[in-house]
């Protein structure tokens, strides 16, 4: 994709991320024990590798068995995707009549997606029973079979405000605009719509839904009552059943003598391979050395399901134990999957995202293939310790030119306060990579320390140019300055 399509996509990405996330939080603070279902779908990293997945709502709730799909959205609808004449890609696979479905505002903040307090809930039945009511928009692509967003009609009010009455025909609600002034406004209930709300209730402008064509909104603390057995659902015979089954166990103590077991007999049966390479996960995670084994052979190619390997790397990430990190640095260091994303996936584990093992990461960072050494860059968090933030700055201080200047970006991207004081006493050597690095730090981390000392003149003008430090030194900027720049064809 180029430049302008990747980025695109990673800010839909980052969308659907936050909402995961705030969404998540909601459930949690409301009593709710929610995990990921459909794996990374808090996440915004993108991996070039397609991963077969089942067709599964994004989150579970291990205690109830609640499963939510989540629609993050710029601007509030229920809309879902849909492609007719595809069986596999219809809006509604994968979800029962009472999963729900949730949709949450996520605007743009300088930059930075930021969601909604709250999510808004519908039952997936009221959303097919109410089908006849939607409308289908133009295909997102010309190829065949594309995908085109089913909208349901709705009320969604544009500033916060309170419903004053509601009847047959109508909503009327009193609204504050931003300069503070207050004025009535009516919502048409035509076209079949119900109201959601009663006199009195208080909405939030862009992120309410007031009225719409579904019955009613999901009463989502009514699941609360629920009780899930995930035990029984790894006899199930839906597959998705058995999924969630298997993911869910892990999380529930109170099962856990009886996990291990069910899992290892559903391993030694298991037919689908995504379903049984999630119950080796998870019952790995219980410690049991069957689960650990299976991963591993899961680890080898496959050219019948060439995306389990990668699966099982996004696994060994999650269970964050000394197995893990033992399979992990194996692939991390194999020459021989060269071009292979397994090494990049094994890296990424490694780092932040995982494991933090940051001292098994640091050989990596200018390794010959380009993305493995930049995956092995980026993986450095602002945690990364004093230990292994002195290997970095010994590799600037060696001199070999593209380890130096891996070991900068590094250094960079995990700055903290020991990491200015660690440069500092490199760039007294002298040390020009050294130096250099303090420069491209925040002014906010560096000035504090570096005030008054031999240094500070140094770095002055170097500062100017760092990250966030004017205008056009912020990464959007610095980004869309490229682009144009690239149009230099006159």
Same mark, same amino acid.
């Given at each position: 994709?180029?430049?302008?399509?990747?980025?695109?996509?990673?800010?839909?990405?980052?969308?659907?991320?936050?909402?995961?996330?705030? %969404?998540?939080?909601?459930?949690?603070?409301?009593?709710?024990?929610?995990?990921?279902?459909?794996?990374?779908?808090?996440?915004?990293?993108?991996?070039?590798?397609?991963?077969?997945?089942?067709?599964?709502?994004?989150?579970?709730?291990?205690? %109830?068995?609640?499963?939510?799909?989540?629609?993050?959205?710029?601007?509030?609808?229920?809309?879902?995707?849909?492609?007719?004449?595809?069986?596999?890609?219809?809006?509604?696979?994968?979800?029962?009549?009472?999963?729900?479905?949730?949709?949450?505002?996520?605007?743009?903040?300088?930059?930075?997606?930021?969601?909604?307090?709250?999510?808004?809930?519908?039952?997936?039945?009221?959303?097919?029973?109410?089908?006849?009511?939607?409308?289908?928009?133009?295909?997102?692509?010309?190829?065949?079979?594309?995908?085109?967003?089913?909208?349901?009609?709705?009320?969604?009010?544009?500033?916060?405000?309170?419903?004053?009455?509601?009847?047959?025909?109508?909503?009327?609600?009193?609204?504050?605009?931003?300069?503070?002034?207050?004025?009535?406004?009516?919502?048409?209930?035509?076209?079949?719509?119900?109201?959601?709300?009663?006199?009195?209730?208080?909405?939030?402008?862009?992120?309410?839904?007031?009225?719409?064509?579904?019955?009613?909104?999901?009463?989502?603390?009514?699941?609360?009552?629920?009780?899930?057995?995930?035990?029984?659902?790894?006899?199930?015979?839906?597959?998705?059943?058995?999924?969630?089954?298997?993911?869910?166990?892990?999380?529930?103590?109170?099962? #856990?003598?009886?996990?291990?077991?069910?899992?290892?007999?559903?391993?030694?049966?298991?037919?689908?391979?995504?379903?049984?390479?999630?119950?080796?996960?998870?019952?790995?995670?219980?410690?049991?050395?069957?689960?650990?084994? #299976?991963?591993?052979?899961?680890?080898?190619?496959?050219?019948?399901?060439?995306?389990?390997?990668?699966?099982?790397?996004?696994?060994?990430?999650?269970?964050?134990? %000394?197995?893990?990190?033992?399979?992990?640095?194996?692939?991390?260091?194999?020459?021989?999957?060269?071009?292979?994303?397994?090494?990049?996936?094994?890296?990424?584990?490694?780092?932040?995202?995982?494991?933090?093992?940051?001292?098994?990461?640091?050989?990596?960072?200018?390794?010959?293939?380009?993305?493995?050494?930049?995956?092995?860059?980026?993986?450095?968090?602002?945690?990364?310790?004093?230990?292994?933030?002195?290997?970095?700055?010994?590799?600037?201080?060696?001199?070999?030119?593209?380890?130096?200047?891996?070991?900068?970006?590094?250094? #960079?991207?995990?700055?903290?306060?020991?990491?200015?004081?660690?440069?500092?006493?490199?760039?007294?050597?002298?040390?020009?990579?050294?130096?250099?690095?303090?420069?491209?730090?925040?002014?906010?981390?560096?000035?504090?320390? %570096?005030?008054?000392?031999?240094?500070?003149?140094?770095?002055?003008?170097?500062?100017?140019?760092?990250?966030?430090?004017?205008?056009?030194?912020?990464?959007?900027?610095?980004?869309?300055?490229?682009?144009?720049?690239?149009?230099?064809?006159?």
């Amino acid at each position: 994709m180029g430049f302008k399509a990747d980025t695109s996509f990673l800010r839909f990405l980052s969308m659907g991320a936050v909402g995961v996330r705030q %969404t998540m939080a909601q459930l949690r603070s409301a009593g709710f024990q929610p995990i990921e279902l459909e794996r990374y779908c808090g996440s915004n990293k993108i991996w070039a590798t397609k991963v077969k997945r089942l067709r599964l709502p994004d989150i579970l709730c291990v205690r %109830t068995g609640l499963r939510l799909e989540i629609k993050a959205k710029s601007a509030l609808t229920i809309k879902m995707s849909d492609a007719e004449n595809n069986p596999d890609r219809r809006w509604d696979v994968g979800l029962r009549d009472n999963d729900v479905i949730a949709y949450i505002t996520v605007t743009d903040q300088c930059g930075t997606p930021e969601p909604a307090e709250e999510a808004v809930f519908f039952d997936t039945k009221d959303l097919r029973d109410s089908i006849s009511t939607s409308k289908l928009g133009p295909a997102k692509s010309a190829s065949e079979g594309a995908e085109k967003d089913r909208t349901w009609p709705a009320c969604i009010p544009k500033k916060d405000g309170r419903v004053l009455s509601v009847d047959a025909e109508r909503i009327v609600a009193e609204m504050t605009g931003e300069d503070g002034t207050v004025r009535k406004q009516s919502f048409s209930l035509k076209g079949n719509k119900h109201s959601y709300v009663v006199a009195g209730n208080m909405f939030k402008g862009g992120a309410s839904i007031i009225a719409g064509t579904p019955a009613k909104l999901s009463n989502i603390n009514g699941f609360l009552g629920r009780t899930y057995d995930p035990l029984a659902d790894l006899r199930s015979t839906d597959q998705l059943d058995r999924y969630a089954a298997a993911k869910a166990l892990p999380y529930r103590d109170e099962l #856990r003598t009886q996990a291990v077991p069910a899992l290892e007999e559903l391993l030694k049966n298991e037919q689908e391979p995504r379903v049984a390479l999630e119950a080796a996960g998870s019952v790995a995670r219980l410690g049991s050395e069957l689960g650990e084994l #299976r991963i591993s052979q899961a680890l080898a190619d496959n050219p019948l399901l060439p995306f389990l390997p990668m699966e099982a790397v996004f696994i060994l990430t999650e269970l964050r134990s %000394t197995f893990a990190k033992q399979q992990l640095v194996a692939l991390a260091v194999n020459q021989n999957l060269q071009g292979d994303e397994r090494r990049q996936a094994a890296i990424w584990g490694l780092g932040k995202a995982g494991i933090r093992a940051y001292e098994q990461i640091v050989p990596l960072i200018a390794d010959a293939n380009e993305n493995v050494a930049m995956h092995a860059i980026v993986s450095f968090g602002k945690d990364t310790p004093e230990n292994v933030l002195r290997l970095l700055v010994a590799d600037l201080i060696a001199g070999d030119p593209r380890r130096a200047a891996a070991a900068s970006e590094a250094l #960079r991207l995990s700055a903290n306060d020991t990491t200015v004081r660690l440069l500092m006493e490199a760039a007294r050597l002298p040390n020009d990579w050294a130096l250099a690095t303090l420069g491209r730090l925040p002014p906010a981390l560096v000035k504090p320390v %570096t005030n008054g000392s031999d240094l500070e003149s140094k770095l002055a003008p170097m500062l100017l140019l760092s990250e966030g430090a004017h205008w056009l030194s912020s990464e959007d900027r610095v980004l869309d300055i490229a682009f144009l720049s690239k149009q230099n064809l006159f």
